[in-house]
């Protein structure tokens, strides 16, 4: 039986026959009622303990699933523990429906329990806010207009939502008592439908002149994403093979494009002030791009026309302090707008860059490390995934130094919408349980903090999913990215005070969450339990924990790019 609250009732009813099923909810009194109405209705329901994880498990179930997912809380500051996910969805540009159960707001600062200032908590890091009213039953012309006014706000968020593709709140008081368990069916509520015209074909000039030096670059986009723009981008280096495309992994694209450079950080680390290599036009689409040593490039070199695809005008970013040109458009459609708009490329150009590119490739393939670091893991782990595993890695070094290794992976991601190292196990929990064998490579400050993503029950991982997660955790008992950091050690007591530098281990916390445990200490240990850890069959979630050297690992980054810069 459903609650009787109106409000928990229109809204449930409003998410099923908009297709938002999947729910991840956060134990609490006053979200009970929406708790179970979700369950009642048959929504895929999945409980998580801590609202600091549960918000970053949503994201992480919602780009497995492809599609809008909801997290349920209660009042109080539970809410704001939903904060740094909020901001991730935000600039990932993720579906997430934001529930927040509250109190009246006549309660509002008369010091009543798990009270606090709760629509607008999110700042303008949603799309939208909005306070639902609580509608009587009866069939009066008041108690009509409240349920229709608490039915259009539902609606406007939901189009919001899809709309901006970004999360929205909705904020849902609830009066006690609220434990009226007794109402057999949900309500018909009115779903309201939005489309925009498709402006796709609308022509758009940006003045490309002939024998351009013409550069692609690649932000990170989501495997939807780049599905969809695979076909147009074979065509565009068909037809203009002289352009440079430069992709991270994040980008999900070009495995199987002659024209894309993943090492072209390495490149740049060694070749930057080569003015053979500095663009005419850039065209730049997707998000968040990691390496600092493209955007210093690209705003050094001054283009002489740098166009940025945005899929929306809430933002219009000038990252590279150059933009000549805005145009709002699909990622798809910006390949075809740069292969329509492209009169001619210079034949020099890629030609110089892939010569600098294979060759050190050839360095790096021939690079033996002499002791065992985050680069010489990392190089045999790339080597050695399953393709059949999507990758989740966290912020800092990790998501920087897979860059550095060739490898084929079936999807990547990366919490790059904030850059933060929190929620980044939750998030690769979240898409396991999308189902999706995951792999998450992560360092050991950003696995200690957001460790709690494992507190699901095992019960509960049989229910919902027979999918593997599987942990890498590279313990430099530091931050290790500090270590790469030219001049950072000259601060004082840095490695206390900045660099988070501590003892702990990952075996006990494996232990807690009934999780499997290995780890190695030398690359000989690595090769003989890698395998193992991947394949284990007894648990849904295994731990490897892989204890490196800090200042081996730092030695070794240095004497790598010397390695490769050598000419």
Request: with cysteine.
């Amino acid at each position: 039986m459903y609650c009787n609250k109106r409000n928990t009732l229109q809204l449930t009813a409003l998410m099923l026959k908009a297709g938002i099923t999947d729910v991840v909810i956060c134990p609490g009194s006053r979200n009970s009622p929406l708790a179970n109405n979700f369950s009642v209705a048959g929504m895929n329901c999945i409980p998580v303990t801590d609202e600091r994880c549960a918000g970053f498990v949503a994201i992480g179930l919602a780009q497995a699933l492809r599609r809008a997912v909801a997290v349920c809380v209660t009042s109080g500051s539970a809410v704001l523990n939903l904060a740094p996910a909020v901001a991730e969805a935000f600039y990932q540009k993720v579906p997430l429906l934001v529930i927040t159960a509250d109190r009246p707001e006549r309660w509002l600062d008369q010091m009543d329990g798990q009270t606090l200032p709760q629509p607008g908590a999110f700042g303008r890091m949603v799309h939208k806010c909005v306070q639902l009213p609580e509608p009587n039953w009866g069939d009066s012309p008041e108690n009509n207009e409240i349920a229709w006014a608490c039915n259009r706000l539902i609606n406007e968020a939901f189009i919001e939502m899809n709309r901006k593709n970004g999360p929205v709140q909705i904020n849902v008081p609830i009066t006690e008592p609220f434990f009226d368990f007794s109402i057999e069916n949900l309500p018909d509520e009115r779903l309201i439908s939005y489309s925009e015209t498709d402006f796709s074909s609308v022509k758009v000039d940006f003045s490309v002149g002939k024998s351009t030096k013409a550069m692609v670059i690649i932000g990170q986009l989501s495997a939807k994403e780049a599905d969809g723009c695979r076909s147009a981008l074979k065509s565009l280096v068909e037809k203009h093979k002289n352009i440079v495309v430069c992709a991270e992994y994040l980008s999900n694209i070009g495995y199987d494009c002659h024209n894309v450079l993943r090492n072209f950080d390495e490149v740049l680390s060694a070749h930057s002030a080569d003015d053979a290599l500095m663009p005419d036009v850039v065209f730049v689409l997707g998000g968040h791009v990691v390496s600092k040593r493209l955007k210093n490039f690209i705003r050094n070199a001054s283009p002489e026309r740098l166009v940025q695809f945005v899929p929306d005008d809430y933002s219009l970013p000038d990252t590279y302090k150059c933009v000549t040109h805005f145009v709002k458009t699909s990622a798809e459609d910006a390949f075809k707008i740069i292969e329509q708009q492209l009169i001619d490329t210079d034949k020099t150009f890629f030609g110089r860059w892939k010569n600098l590119s294979d060759n050190l490739k050839k360095k790096a393939d021939k690079y033996s490390f002499s002791s065992f670091c985050d680069l010489s893991a990392l190089k045999f782990i790339s080597e050695n995934i399953d393709r059949k595993f999507a990758v989740h890695v966290a912020n800092s070094s990790m998501v920087r130094n897979i860059q550095m290794f060739d490898a084929s992976y079936s999807e990547v991601l990366c919490n790059r919408g904030v850059n933060g190292i929190e929620g980044c196990v939750s998030a690769a929990q979240g898409f396991r349980l999308g189902g999706k064998d995951t792999l998450l490579l992560v360092g050991d400050l950003a696995f200690f903090y957001d460790s709690n993503a494992l507190w699901i029950e095992d019960s509960m991982n049989t229910q919902k999913s027979r999918n593997k997660l599987r942990i890498v955790v590279f313990n430099n008992h530091l931050g290790q990215i500090f270590r790469n950091l030219k001049g950072l050690d000259k601060a004082s007591s840095y490695q206390e005070y900045i660099a988070g530098k501590h003892s702990a281990g990952a075996e006990h916390i494996a232990k807690a969450f009934n999780a499997r445990y290995f780890c190695a200490e030398n690359l000989s240990e690595l090769k003989d339990v890698f395998r193992k850890f991947m394949d284990d069959v007894d648990s849904h979630t295994s731990i490897l924990e892989l204890f490196i050297d800090s200042e081996a690992s730092k030695n070794e980054f240095s004497k790598y790019f010397e390695h490769i810069s050598k000419q």
